[in-house]
Protein backbone atom coordinates (compact mmCIF):
# COMPACT_ATOMS: atom_id res chain seq x y z
CA UNK A 1 0.00 0.00 0.00
CA UNK A 2 0.67 3.37 -0.67
CA UNK A 3 2.77 5.24 2.34
CA UNK A 4 0.94 8.52 1.56
CA UNK A 5 -0.86 9.97 4.03
CA UNK A 6 -3.80 9.08 5.89
CA UNK A 7 -7.44 10.21 4.88
CA UNK A 8 -9.71 9.67 2.02
CA UNK A 9 -8.93 10.72 -1.67
CA UNK A 10 -11.89 11.16 -3.89
CA UNK A 11 -11.21 10.18 -8.17
CA UNK A 12 -13.30 11.39 -10.80
CA UNK A 13 -13.55 8.78 -13.55
CA UNK A 14 -14.57 8.48 -16.82
CA UNK A 15 -13.86 6.51 -19.96
CA UNK A 16 -10.75 4.11 -20.38
CA UNK A 17 -8.09 6.38 -19.49
CA UNK A 18 -9.83 7.03 -16.19
CA UNK A 19 -10.38 3.88 -15.50
CA UNK A 20 -6.74 3.49 -15.62
CA UNK A 21 -5.23 5.31 -13.72
CA UNK A 22 -8.18 4.36 -11.09
CA UNK A 23 -7.18 0.77 -11.77
CA UNK A 24 -3.67 1.82 -10.35
CA UNK A 25 -5.14 3.98 -7.58
CA UNK A 26 -7.10 0.90 -6.28
CA UNK A 27 -3.72 -1.08 -6.30
CA UNK A 28 -2.47 1.64 -3.72
CA UNK A 29 -4.89 2.53 -1.69
CA UNK A 30 -7.49 0.37 0.37
CA UNK A 31 -11.66 1.00 0.14
CA UNK A 32 -11.39 3.06 3.33
CA UNK A 33 -8.43 5.16 1.42
CA UNK A 34 -10.09 5.84 -2.44
CA UNK A 35 -13.56 6.22 -4.23
CA UNK A 36 -14.23 6.96 -7.58
CA UNK A 37 -16.90 9.43 -8.47
CA UNK A 38 -18.20 8.49 -11.90
CA UNK A 39 -19.64 10.02 -15.35
CA UNK A 40 -23.08 9.25 -16.20
CA UNK A 41 -23.29 11.82 -18.98
CA UNK A 42 -22.81 8.63 -21.11
CA UNK A 43 -26.14 6.65 -19.96
CA UNK A 44 -28.80 6.05 -22.06
CA UNK A 45 -31.62 3.82 -22.75
CA UNK A 46 -31.52 0.88 -25.29
CA UNK A 47 -33.63 -2.03 -26.57
CA UNK A 48 -35.57 -1.69 -22.84
CA UNK A 49 -31.94 -1.31 -20.87
CA UNK A 50 -30.53 1.13 -18.53
CA UNK A 51 -26.64 1.43 -20.29
CA UNK A 52 -23.76 2.70 -17.79
CA UNK A 53 -20.72 2.99 -20.42
CA UNK A 54 -18.59 4.59 -18.01
CA UNK A 55 -19.57 2.83 -14.72
CA UNK A 56 -19.02 -0.83 -16.46
CA UNK A 57 -16.05 -0.15 -17.98
CA UNK A 58 -14.48 1.21 -14.28
CA UNK A 59 -16.57 -1.98 -13.14
CA UNK A 60 -15.06 -4.35 -15.44
CA UNK A 61 -11.40 -2.95 -14.95
CA UNK A 62 -11.76 -2.94 -11.06
CA UNK A 63 -12.77 -6.72 -11.38
CA UNK A 64 -10.02 -7.68 -14.04
CA UNK A 65 -12.85 -8.75 -16.12
CA UNK A 66 -12.17 -6.00 -18.86
CA UNK A 67 -11.76 -6.47 -22.59
CA UNK A 68 -8.09 -5.49 -22.75
CA UNK A 69 -8.31 -6.01 -26.76
CA UNK A 70 -11.10 -3.89 -27.56
CA UNK A 71 -10.77 -1.90 -24.70
CA UNK A 72 -14.42 -2.43 -23.81
CA UNK A 73 -16.90 -4.82 -22.77
CA UNK A 74 -15.73 -7.76 -21.05
CA UNK A 75 -13.07 -10.47 -21.92
CA UNK A 76 -13.48 -13.86 -23.13
CA UNK A 77 -17.10 -11.58 -24.54
CA UNK A 78 -18.89 -14.02 -27.14
CA UNK A 79 -21.73 -12.14 -29.30
CA UNK A 80 -24.36 -14.34 -30.25
CA UNK A 81 -27.07 -11.84 -29.00
CA UNK A 82 -26.12 -9.03 -30.82
CA UNK A 83 -25.27 -11.29 -34.04
CA UNK A 84 -28.64 -12.88 -34.00
CA UNK A 85 -30.70 -9.25 -33.24
CA UNK A 86 -28.87 -7.98 -36.43
CA UNK A 87 -30.15 -10.92 -38.25
CA UNK A 88 -33.96 -10.52 -37.25
CA UNK A 89 -32.98 -6.88 -38.05
CA UNK A 90 -32.84 -5.05 -34.83
CA UNK A 91 -30.44 -2.38 -33.89
CA UNK A 92 -27.22 -3.52 -33.68
CA UNK A 93 -24.69 -0.73 -33.57
CA UNK A 94 -23.97 -0.97 -30.14
CA UNK A 95 -22.48 -4.32 -29.60
CA UNK A 96 -23.28 -5.84 -26.48
CA UNK A 97 -22.10 -9.12 -25.45
CA UNK A 98 -23.66 -11.92 -23.79
CA UNK A 99 -22.09 -11.51 -21.05
CA UNK A 100 -22.46 -7.82 -20.59
CA UNK A 101 -26.18 -8.28 -21.27
CA UNK A 102 -26.73 -10.05 -18.12
CA UNK A 103 -24.84 -6.84 -16.64
CA UNK A 104 -27.65 -4.89 -18.25
CA UNK A 105 -30.59 -7.23 -17.57
CA UNK A 106 -29.67 -6.91 -13.99
CA UNK A 107 -29.49 -3.76 -13.60
CA UNK A 108 -32.61 -3.04 -15.83
CA UNK A 109 -34.25 -5.30 -13.23
CA UNK A 110 -32.90 -3.56 -10.09
CA UNK A 111 -33.42 -0.41 -11.19
CA UNK A 112 -37.43 -1.52 -11.75
CA UNK A 113 -37.47 -2.87 -8.31
CA UNK A 114 -37.42 0.68 -6.57
CA UNK A 115 -33.33 0.60 -6.60
CA UNK A 116 -31.32 3.92 -7.16
CA UNK A 117 -28.60 3.85 -9.53
CA UNK A 118 -25.79 3.68 -6.86
CA UNK A 119 -27.71 1.00 -4.74
CA UNK A 120 -27.92 -0.85 -7.99
CA UNK A 121 -24.10 -0.09 -8.70
CA UNK A 122 -23.19 -1.26 -5.03
CA UNK A 123 -24.98 -4.69 -5.37
CA UNK A 124 -23.14 -5.21 -8.96
CA UNK A 125 -19.95 -4.25 -7.88
CA UNK A 126 -20.22 -6.16 -4.66
CA UNK A 127 -20.96 -9.30 -6.52
CA UNK A 128 -18.31 -8.73 -8.91
CA UNK A 129 -15.95 -8.35 -5.50
CA UNK A 130 -14.90 -5.10 -5.85
CA UNK A 131 -14.07 -3.78 -2.63
CA UNK A 132 -13.84 0.58 -3.43
CA UNK A 133 -16.74 2.26 -3.99
CA UNK A 134 -17.46 3.11 -7.22
CA UNK A 135 -20.13 5.78 -7.03
CA UNK A 136 -22.68 7.49 -10.11
CA UNK A 137 -22.43 11.23 -9.99
CA UNK A 138 -25.87 11.29 -9.43
CA UNK A 139 -29.17 9.13 -9.48
CA UNK A 140 -31.13 11.27 -11.79
CA UNK A 141 -31.01 11.43 -15.56
CA UNK A 142 -28.68 13.36 -17.13
CA UNK A 143 -28.15 12.75 -20.93
CA UNK A 144 -25.18 14.52 -23.02
CA UNK A 145 -26.13 15.70 -25.99
CA UNK A 146 -23.75 16.56 -28.81
CA UNK A 147 -24.70 18.98 -31.24
CA UNK A 148 -22.63 19.16 -34.39
CA UNK A 149 -21.77 21.82 -36.85
CA UNK A 150 -24.10 20.76 -39.35
CA UNK A 151 -27.21 21.57 -36.85
CA UNK A 152 -27.20 18.00 -35.42
CA UNK A 153 -28.53 17.23 -32.17
CA UNK A 154 -26.63 13.57 -31.47
CA UNK A 155 -26.96 11.30 -27.82
CA UNK A 156 -23.76 10.62 -26.96
CA UNK A 157 -23.83 6.93 -27.36
CA UNK A 158 -24.81 8.12 -31.57
CA UNK A 159 -22.00 10.30 -32.07
CA UNK A 160 -19.39 7.63 -30.30
CA UNK A 161 -20.31 4.40 -31.34
CA UNK A 162 -22.87 4.50 -33.90
CA UNK A 163 -21.36 7.57 -36.18
CA UNK A 164 -18.02 6.79 -34.93
CA UNK A 165 -16.85 10.60 -33.66
CA UNK A 166 -17.10 11.41 -37.51
CA UNK A 167 -19.22 14.74 -37.09
CA UNK A 168 -17.41 17.90 -36.29
CA UNK A 169 -19.05 18.97 -32.72
CA UNK A 170 -19.94 22.29 -32.03
CA UNK A 171 -21.10 22.28 -28.73
CA UNK A 172 -22.23 20.13 -25.60
CA UNK A 173 -25.52 19.96 -23.70
CA UNK A 174 -26.53 18.01 -20.67
CA UNK A 175 -29.71 17.54 -20.78
CA UNK A 176 -31.59 17.35 -16.98
CA UNK A 177 -28.72 18.57 -15.42
CA UNK A 178 -30.52 21.60 -14.56
CA UNK A 179 -32.95 19.32 -11.88
CA UNK A 180 -29.91 16.85 -11.50
CA UNK A 181 -29.13 16.59 -7.62
CA UNK A 182 -24.99 15.25 -6.99
CA UNK A 183 -24.85 11.90 -5.41
CA UNK A 184 -25.06 12.55 -2.09
CA UNK A 185 -22.23 10.18 -1.26
CA UNK A 186 -20.34 12.22 -3.14
CA UNK A 187 -20.91 15.70 -1.24
CA UNK A 188 -20.53 13.94 1.96
CA UNK A 189 -16.91 12.52 0.93
CA UNK A 190 -16.21 16.02 -0.65
CA UNK A 191 -16.67 17.37 3.14
CA UNK A 192 -14.61 14.59 4.50
CA UNK A 193 -11.44 13.55 2.17
CA UNK A 194 -8.08 15.09 1.83
CA UNK A 195 -7.95 15.50 -2.11
CA UNK A 196 -9.58 15.12 -4.98
CA UNK A 197 -8.05 13.68 -8.81
CA UNK A 198 -9.60 14.31 -12.11
CA UNK A 199 -8.37 11.25 -13.67
CA UNK A 200 -7.18 12.06 -17.47
CA UNK A 201 -10.77 11.92 -19.12
CA UNK A 202 -11.94 13.92 -21.28
CA UNK A 203 -12.38 17.18 -20.24
CA UNK A 204 -15.39 17.95 -22.00
CA UNK A 205 -17.95 14.82 -22.02
CA UNK A 206 -16.56 12.38 -19.19
CA UNK A 207 -15.63 15.37 -16.33
CA UNK A 208 -17.62 18.63 -17.26
CA UNK A 209 -20.96 16.57 -16.63
CA UNK A 210 -20.28 15.82 -12.93
CA UNK A 211 -18.32 19.64 -12.78
CA UNK A 212 -21.46 20.82 -13.92
CA UNK A 213 -24.30 19.45 -11.12
CA UNK A 214 -25.40 21.80 -9.38
CA UNK A 215 -23.63 22.72 -6.24
CA UNK A 216 -21.04 20.70 -7.12
CA UNK A 217 -18.19 22.93 -8.18
CA UNK A 218 -19.27 25.20 -5.07
CA UNK A 219 -18.62 22.03 -2.69
CA UNK A 220 -15.61 21.20 -4.17
CA UNK A 221 -14.45 24.57 -3.57
CA UNK A 222 -15.75 24.94 -0.06
CA UNK A 223 -14.12 21.60 0.71
CA UNK A 224 -10.50 23.25 0.59
CA UNK A 225 -8.46 20.29 -0.68
CA UNK A 226 -6.04 19.85 -3.18
CA UNK A 227 -7.86 19.12 -6.41
CA UNK A 228 -5.06 17.24 -9.28
CA UNK A 229 -6.20 17.07 -12.53
CA UNK A 230 -4.25 14.76 -14.96
CA UNK A 231 -3.74 15.32 -18.56
CA UNK A 232 -5.43 13.14 -21.12
CA UNK A 233 -3.67 15.09 -23.66
CA UNK A 234 -0.21 14.00 -24.87
CA UNK A 235 1.75 15.52 -26.77
CA UNK A 236 -1.32 17.20 -29.26
CA UNK A 237 -2.94 13.76 -29.04
CA UNK A 238 -5.92 11.96 -26.95
CA UNK A 239 -4.20 9.00 -25.92
CA UNK A 240 -7.75 7.02 -26.05
CA UNK A 241 -10.94 8.74 -27.90
CA UNK A 242 -11.67 11.63 -29.55
CA UNK A 243 -11.02 14.55 -26.88
CA UNK A 244 -8.09 15.92 -28.87
CA UNK A 245 -10.55 16.22 -32.20
CA UNK A 246 -13.22 17.65 -30.09
CA UNK A 247 -10.49 20.20 -28.82
CA UNK A 248 -9.69 20.93 -32.67
CA UNK A 249 -12.98 21.58 -33.75
CA UNK A 250 -14.38 23.59 -31.19
CA UNK A 251 -11.57 25.97 -31.81
CA UNK A 252 -9.45 24.90 -28.16
CA UNK A 253 -5.50 24.12 -28.69
CA UNK A 254 -5.17 20.48 -28.51
CA UNK A 255 -2.53 20.79 -25.47
CA UNK A 256 -2.32 20.10 -22.30
CA UNK A 257 -2.23 23.67 -21.44
CA UNK A 258 -5.75 24.05 -22.92
CA UNK A 259 -7.33 20.84 -20.81
CA UNK A 260 -5.35 23.20 -17.62
CA UNK A 261 -7.25 26.07 -18.68
CA UNK A 262 -10.44 24.51 -19.57
CA UNK A 263 -10.60 23.29 -15.29
CA UNK A 264 -10.08 27.29 -14.24
CA UNK A 265 -9.45 28.36 -10.97
CA UNK A 266 -10.83 24.35 -9.57
CA UNK A 267 -6.92 23.52 -10.15
CA UNK A 268 -4.52 23.55 -6.79
CA UNK A 269 -2.27 21.18 -9.09
CA UNK A 270 -1.83 19.91 -12.65
CA UNK A 271 -0.15 16.52 -13.89
CA UNK A 272 1.58 16.41 -17.53
CA UNK A 273 3.48 14.13 -19.92
CA UNK A 274 7.53 14.22 -19.77
CA UNK A 275 6.78 14.73 -23.05
CA UNK A 276 5.25 17.81 -22.73
CA UNK A 277 7.27 19.35 -20.02
CA UNK A 278 8.26 22.42 -21.66
CA UNK A 279 4.31 23.05 -21.98
CA UNK A 280 4.64 23.50 -17.95
CA UNK A 281 6.06 27.64 -17.92
CA UNK A 282 2.44 28.15 -19.56
CA UNK A 283 0.50 26.24 -16.94
CA UNK A 284 -0.23 28.82 -13.96
CA UNK A 285 -0.21 25.88 -11.84
CA UNK A 286 2.58 23.80 -9.56
CA UNK A 287 2.51 20.64 -12.07
CA UNK A 288 4.61 17.46 -12.11
CA UNK A 289 5.83 15.96 -15.57
CA UNK A 290 5.94 12.53 -15.33
CA UNK A 291 5.50 9.45 -17.67
CA UNK A 292 1.41 8.90 -17.71
CA UNK A 293 0.94 7.07 -20.47
CA UNK A 294 -0.46 3.90 -19.22
CA UNK A 295 0.26 0.74 -21.02
CA UNK A 296 0.77 -1.63 -18.30
CA UNK A 297 -0.28 -2.30 -15.00
CA UNK A 298 3.08 -1.34 -13.86
CA UNK A 299 2.43 2.08 -15.45
CA UNK A 300 -0.73 2.63 -13.68
CA UNK A 301 0.32 2.10 -10.54
CA UNK A 302 3.97 3.94 -10.97
CA UNK A 303 1.63 7.19 -12.44
CA UNK A 304 -0.94 6.69 -9.14
CA UNK A 305 2.09 6.64 -7.01
CA UNK A 306 3.13 9.67 -8.68
CA UNK A 307 -0.19 11.58 -8.71
CA UNK A 308 0.07 10.66 -4.69
CA UNK A 309 3.22 12.30 -3.92
CA UNK A 310 2.10 15.32 -5.70
CA UNK A 311 -0.67 15.96 -3.56
CA UNK A 312 1.58 14.76 -0.17
CA UNK A 313 3.70 17.88 -1.57
CA UNK A 314 0.96 20.41 -2.38
CA UNK A 315 -0.60 19.54 1.14
Known sequence: MSSTAEGQVLAITGGVGGAKLALG??????????????????????????????????TYTLAALSNTELGWGRADETWQFIETLGQLGGENWFRLGDKDMALHIHR??????????????????????IKHQVLPMTNDSVRTIVHTQTGDALPFQHYFVRDQCAPAVARFEFSGIETAAPNPLILQQLE???????CPSNPFVSVDPLLS?????????????????VSPIVSGIAIKGPAAKMMSELGVPNTAVS????YDDLLTGFVLDEQDA??????????LCTQSVMRTLDDRVQLAQSVLDFITELS
Not at 40 to 45: A, E, H, P, V
Request: proline share 5%.
Open 192 to 198: TCRALII
Open 259 to 262: VAEH
Open 108 to 129: RALLDAGQNLSEVTATITAALG
Open 213 to 229: LPGMRAAIAESGVPVIA
Open 278 to 287: ALAADINLPT
Open 25 to 58: LSKLLTPDQISFAVNTGDDFDHLGLHISPDIDTL
